[in-house]
């Protein structure tokens, strides 16, 4: 009996590795951080619409396509080398979620395969090479890579949300389309649209969740500067980012700022107070929550602020009358919040709640539930609210997406799928308490870190945005995950 347990703890050593096998390969290593770091600007950059257009009139256009073979070729090799792709915590959950977005697409088969072949490759280049990107590095090499990164994607998106903010000032609205060579074109809103900056961006919720991001790592290296001119610029860049969220009219990307804010404060406060017990927590929250009051008053007081700005540049152009005389329309004022403050979501949510039946044990898969609604339910209002409200001249889309990316984790990957995604999740969370609970003092890296994580988590509430899909947001999610999984189990590690 012992001998056959041994012979099973070598066969999986032999095919999962060890951290022995992580440098078997050193360039290959090297190959596919370069690799991800490339990923991660092109999914960001392609989030703004220019680039975009710019990249339709380029051989660049299937950048995606290569990409994506790119780093199955990438996958294939690290496994049979280095076998980083099974150092991820629990990452046998998230292969699970994969297999089952696998059987759910053969399910719905009969609707095409190419677009579920698309969506699941990247979904495992996710979960093996980004959710793993960190056990690739030693930490000033870790260091140095998103020093790299992050100033090209910082700046990048600056000088976006400051052409965005022009717009705003002039009040420049227009719709077009941004990818003329897509199969399904849509028409993107673009500059300041019913009472909403959409900039130069192909997604609002996407861009402001980006906006928020790059604020979370820009506090960080502002703090951790020392060097003046540093905190002069990125204080310029932070204060444009939050012009963005301000303006955006977002109230998700509301939420999770504010909570970021009181719970940055709460864990920077813990890390300097040495009181314990009821009086300590009942201090940290009542300033935790003093902070978070104040900064949604600045918050909603730079607002009031920026609904004269239009005004003031008109008058200040063509001598017109007072900019800042009152006016019955706030312009910063979203429409459309009057009859359902949800905008609709409840009755998105309800609708996919009534599909549980269909949904079953394996799903809908990630891209043909599209088709299975449309065919089965035609009646829903996820599939009704396009063709009445819009038309085919502005969204194509066939169904309103489910605007919750649990929900969306549910539809696509079924019951199972959905059980095994909400168990990495909760391991998550218990490892993150446990890690905050046995240490006083956390590093503002690791604070940052856990940030962008809970943030991605609060906007999957709301949007489909980070869990199984393919954008610049989920990239995001899924480096920050990968880096703070890896430093807890280095801590835990290291203190024993």
Same mark, same amino acid.
């Given at each position: 009996m012992h001998n056959k347990s041994l012979g099973e703890n070598r066969l999986v050593r032999t095919i999962t590795g060890s951290k022995e096998t992580i440098n078997n390969v050193p360039w290959l290593n090297v190959v596919t951080i370069a690799y991800l770091g490339v990923v991660l600007l092109v999914y960001v950059l392609m989030l703004i619409a220019p680039f975009l257009t710019f990249l339709a009139s380029t051989p660049f256009y299937h950048i995606s396509a290569f990409l994506g073979l790119l780093g199955g070729a990438l996958l294939f090799a690290d496994l049979l080398t280095n076998r980083v792709l099974w150092r991820g915590p629990m990452c046998l959950l998230l292969y699970g979620v994969c297999f089952m977005a696998c059987v759910a697409s053969l399910r719905t088969m009969r609707y095409g395969l190419h677009d579920n072949l698309f969506d699941i490759c990247w979904v495992v280049i996710q979960f093996a090479l980004v959710y793993s990107w960190r056990y690739r590095l030693k930490d000033e090499q870790a260091v140095r890579f998103i020093r790299i990164v992050y100033p090209v994607a910082a700046l990048?998106? &600056?000088? =976006?949300?400051c052409v965005? &903010?022009?717009?705003? =000032?002039?009040? #420049?609205?227009?719709?077009?389309?941004?990818?003329p060579r897509s199969l399904n074109p849509e028409l993107c809103r673009q500059g300041f649209l019913q009472h909403r900056l959409f900039g130069v &961006?192909?997604?609002?919720?996407?861009? %402001?969740?980006?906006?928020?991001?790059? =604020? #979370? %790592?820009g506090v960080y290296y502002f703090t951790a500067s020392k060097r003046l001119w540093k905190k002069i610029l990125l204080a310029i860049i932070l204060l444009t980012y939050l012009l963005h969220m301000i303006l955006s009219g977002s109230r998700s990307v509301q939420i999770s700022l504010f909570l970021y804010i009181f719970f940055y404060t709460w864990l920077q406060l813990r890390s300097r107070t040495k009181r314990n017990g009821i009086r300590r927590i009942a201090a940290l929250f009542l300033a935790s929550t003093i902070v978070t009051g104040i900064s949604i008053g600045? &918050?909603?007081? %730079?607002?009031?602020v920026m609904r004269y700005v239009p005004a003031l540049?008109?008058?200040d152009l063509s001598g017109g009358d007072d900019p800042f005389e009152e006016t019955e329309d706030d312009i910063l004022e979203r429409e459309g919040l009057e009859g359902d403050v949800s905008n609709n979501r409840f009755k998105i949510w309800a609708d996919y709640l009534t599909l549980r039946g269909d949904i079953g044990l394996v799903g809908l898969s990630l891209s043909n539930y599209n088709d299975y609604i449309k065919e089965y339910h035609p009646d829903l209002y996820?599939?009704?609210y396009f063709q009445e409200d819009y038309g085919e001249a502005e969204k194509t889309d066939m169904v309103y997406e489910s605007h919750n990316n649990y929900l969306f984790a549910f539809v696509s990957t079924g019951l199972i799928g959905f059980l095994l995604f909400m168990a990495f999740l909760i391991t998550v969370v218990v490892r993150v308490i446990r890690h905050i609970h046995e240490?006083?003092?956390?590093?503002?890296?690791f604070i940052a870190t856990l940030a962008v994580v809970c943030v991605g988590c609060v906007q999957a509430l709301f949007m489909n945005s980070v869990f199984l899909k393919i954008n610049g947001p989920s990239f995001l999610f899924w480096f =920050?995950?990968?880096l703070l999984m890896h430093d807890m189990e280095k801590d835990i590690s290291t203190s024993r």
């Amino acid at each position: 009996m012992h001998n056959k347990s041994l012979g099973e703890n070598r066969l999986v050593r032999t095919i999962t590795g060890s951290k022995e096998t992580i440098n078997n390969v050193p360039w290959l290593n090297v190959v596919t951080i370069a690799y991800l770091g490339v990923v991660l600007l092109v999914y960001v950059l392609m989030l703004i619409a220019p680039f975009l257009t710019f990249l339709a009139s380029t051989p660049f256009y299937h950048i995606s396509a290569f990409l994506g073979l790119l780093g199955g070729a990438l996958l294939f090799a690290d496994l049979l080398t280095n076998r980083v792709l099974w150092r991820g915590p629990m990452c046998l959950l998230l292969y699970g979620v994969c297999f089952m977005a696998c059987v759910a697409s053969l399910r719905t088969m009969r609707y095409g395969l190419h677009d579920n072949l698309f969506d699941i490759c990247w979904v495992v280049i996710q979960f093996a090479l980004v959710y793993s990107w960190r056990y690739r590095l030693k930490d000033e090499q870790a260091v140095r890579f998103i020093r790299i990164v992050y100033p090209v994607a910082a700046l990048a998106w &600056f000088a =976006a949300c400051c052409v965005s &903010f022009f717009q705003f =000032a002039l009040q #420049i609205g227009y719709r077009y389309i941004a990818d003329p060579r897509s199969l399904n074109p849509e028409l993107c809103r673009q500059g300041f649209l019913q009472h909403r900056l959409f900039g130069v &961006f192909t997604g609002l919720d996407y861009a %402001v969740y980006i906006s928020l991001v790059l =604020a #979370i %790592v820009g506090v960080y290296y502002f703090t951790a500067s020392k060097r003046l001119w540093k905190k002069i610029l990125l204080a310029i860049i932070l204060l444009t980012y939050l012009l963005h969220m301000i303006l955006s009219g977002s109230r998700s990307v509301q939420i999770s700022l504010f909570l970021y804010i009181f719970f940055y404060t709460w864990l920077q406060l813990r890390s300097r107070t040495k009181r314990n017990g009821i009086r300590r927590i009942a201090a940290l929250f009542l300033a935790s929550t003093i902070v978070t009051g104040i900064s949604i008053g600045c &918050f909603f007081g %730079v607002k009031q602020v920026m609904r004269y700005v239009p005004a003031l540049v008109s008058g200040d152009l063509s001598g017109g009358d007072d900019p800042f005389e009152e006016t019955e329309d706030d312009i910063l004022e979203r429409e459309g919040l009057e009859g359902d403050v949800s905008n609709n979501r409840f009755k998105i949510w309800a609708d996919y709640l009534t599909l549980r039946g269909d949904i079953g044990l394996v799903g809908l898969s990630l891209s043909n539930y599209n088709d299975y609604i449309k065919e089965y339910h035609p009646d829903l209002y996820i599939v009704q609210y396009f063709q009445e409200d819009y038309g085919e001249a502005e969204k194509t889309d066939m169904v309103y997406e489910s605007h919750n990316n649990y929900l969306f984790a549910f539809v696509s990957t079924g019951l199972i799928g959905f059980l095994l995604f909400m168990a990495f999740l909760i391991t998550v969370v218990v490892r993150v308490i446990r890690h905050i609970h046995e240490n006083r003092q956390l590093s503002p890296a690791f604070i940052a870190t856990l940030a962008v994580v809970c943030v991605g988590c609060v906007q999957a509430l709301f949007m489909n945005s980070v869990f199984l899909k393919i954008n610049g947001p989920s990239f995001l999610f899924w480096f =920050a995950m990968g880096l703070l999984m890896h430093d807890m189990e280095k801590d835990i590690s290291t203190s024993r």
